[in-house]
């Protein structure tokens, strides 16, 4: 068994990478903004005038890929799964121009041999000057197929503590369609692992057709957000984060439950057709 902790600090992904006003406005119509034409508000994400960059772009700049499948780190990446997102924007992204990301695994979380292991990474988004500190992405990992290492180090924690939901009713409840196409769409803004795309993969990984992506889902509970706390002023959402509960299907409806709390909201989301919770222990902190 191979000691993981070994990877902590290790810098997964470099990468300059340079935004297109085409690409901020894919990754705005892949979540489903403008799907009403009559809604000028949503335009700012959609049309090249006046343009202006959604803060779950972060997640998709300077994209590392799917580094854990290389075979130099070991992991058995076929049990890999997506467990927890978080952004906290800095400074606006621009809606084009030049940037620079840089990955980075924070921490790996040694859960037992029968459990895995967590690998949390964090990825800095930056202007060109390498400086400007724009975004910090934090994604949490679960291999469950590498646990058992156990070191010292191995158990060093890493991102934010589970979101706990309020036990009362919720205050907003928005229900959001997608499209049979979204994961198609939400591909070319940067992950392009087949799972997405191909029904043969999705089988053999024991999914009846593509599932969603995880970001995906999450942007279009986020645009949920953006609806219902901020009309649709997206500059006013500073951070989120998430748990991944189960897998979302392209062209359900996703329901996405609400609390709010100062500047705080929590969240939860369900696929409405198979009532299944997808995103758990959310939380969005507003400027």
Partial sequence: MKDHSSLIGKVVDEQDTELTFKDTILYALSLGFSSNPKDDKQLKFTYEENLQSLPGLSMVLAYPGFWIAEPEYGFD???VLHAEEFFEIHKPIPPEGKLFGRTTVESVVDRGADKGCFIYSKKELFLSDRKTLLATVVSNTLARGDGGFSTGAANQKSGNSPAKIPAREPDLVCDLDTLPQSALFYRLCGDLNPLHADPKVAQTAGFEAPILHGRCTMGVAMRALIKSYCDYDASKLKS????FSAPF?????????????NNNIFFNATALERNIRVLSNGLA???
Wanted: glycine content about 4%.
């Fill in 240 to 243: 989120m984060q998430v748990r």
């Fill in 285 to 287: 902190i507003l400027n």
């Fill in 77 to 79: 990446w076929k049990k």
């Fill in 249 to 261: 299907m392209p062209g359900e409806t996703l329901r996405t439950e609400m609390w709010k709390e």
